[in-house]
């Protein structure tokens, strides 16, 4: 029988359970890894908005980290929301400490509801102590742009904020979402066929290509990205075919969403 792997998120609790650790957990299951978690945040939503959110000190997310670590080899950790500045130092220091491997860090900075996740203080940090331990950051084009302070509006925008994340430490960069500047293209053009995701691996690029599926279920696709990129990692693929297996995974979540919820149903992880 070949060695169980075991994943880590550190990440928010959405407790309708479309997004964040609960998302999480289901999809590392999904892959066969063993999930293990750790709440940075208990936020308060449905899948038609976030309504607040209680953040966990710094000391509650290292209590709940330690000991899986004393216990368990963890192949591969995700982190998902990281609301404050304290813990986003604490994560840091805890990855410095040499037991987390395949560190894949989601720069979740806002719902799709338009509720901020996280303080700018705390994006800062973010940014200078998380980013050079990430073996990947996945930001979405809005998470690229507010990180890159670039207005990304076509293909060039999308490789220039990427240059702008790598100057600032980050060594590998996914940016998720290129359908979103398609649609801007005028009123007259066709919806996007592609969702195309923008993977940049040291000093090469590659564009990654699913289906477009027009819908509304799209509450915790992020989420479950890149806890699927790192249940790959776990299972030790490398970087680009994890970010494929991912992709693949999220589209047919996609495709699978229950279609619950009066607002923006979860997506179907099986
Ligand atoms: N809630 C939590 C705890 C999250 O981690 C995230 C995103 O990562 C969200 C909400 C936002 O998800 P969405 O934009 O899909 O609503």
């Not at 080899?73 to 400490?97: Q, Y």
């Not at 302070?149 to 994340?165: D, F, H, R, S």
């Not at 009123?187 to 290509?209: H, K, Q």
């Amino acid at each position: 029988m070949s060695e169980q792997k075991i994943a880590l998120t550190i990440a928010g609790l959405d407790p309708s359970g479309g997004a964040g650790i609960i998302a999480d957990i289901k999809t590392f299951s999904a892959f066969g890894c063993f999930a293990t978690s750790a709440v940075t945040s208990i936020t308060f939503q449905n899948t038609q908005g976030v309504y607040g959110a209680v953040h966990q000190t710094a000391e509650d997310v290292r209590k709940q980290i330690e000991p899986i670590l004393h216990d368990y080899r963890v192949s591969a950790v995700k982190t998902g929301m990281l609301p404050t500045d304290e813990v986003i130092s604490e994560v840091a220091d805890i990855v410095k400490g040499g037991r987390l491997r395949n560190l894949v860090v989601d720069p979740v900075v806002r719902s799709t509801s338009g509720f901020d996740l996280i303080d700018d203080d705390a994006l800062r940090s973010l940014i200078d102590s998380l980013f050079p331990l990430a073996d990947l950051i996945t930001p979405n084009i809005p998470e690229a742009e507010r990180i890159s302070g670039l207005k990304i509006e076509n293909e060039e925008g999308v490789y220039q904020a990427a240059k702008i994340m790598r100057d600032l430490g980050a060594r590998n960069v996914l940016i998720k979402g290129g359908h979103s500047f398609e649609k801007e293209k005028g009123a007259t053009a066709a919806e996007p066929r592609y969702a195309r995701d923008f993977l940049f691996i040291e000093d090469s690029s590659t564009i990654i290509t699913a289906d477009f599926i027009e819908t509304t279920a799209t509450h915790g696709t992020g989420c479950t990205l890149a806890a699927a990129i790192t249940a790959n990692l776990a299972l030790e693929n490398d970087i680009a075919s994890s970010v494929r297996i991912a992709k693949e995974f999220v589209t047919e979540a996609i495709r699978n969403a229950p279609h619950i919820g009066k607002g923006h149903s979860p997506i179907g992880i099986k």
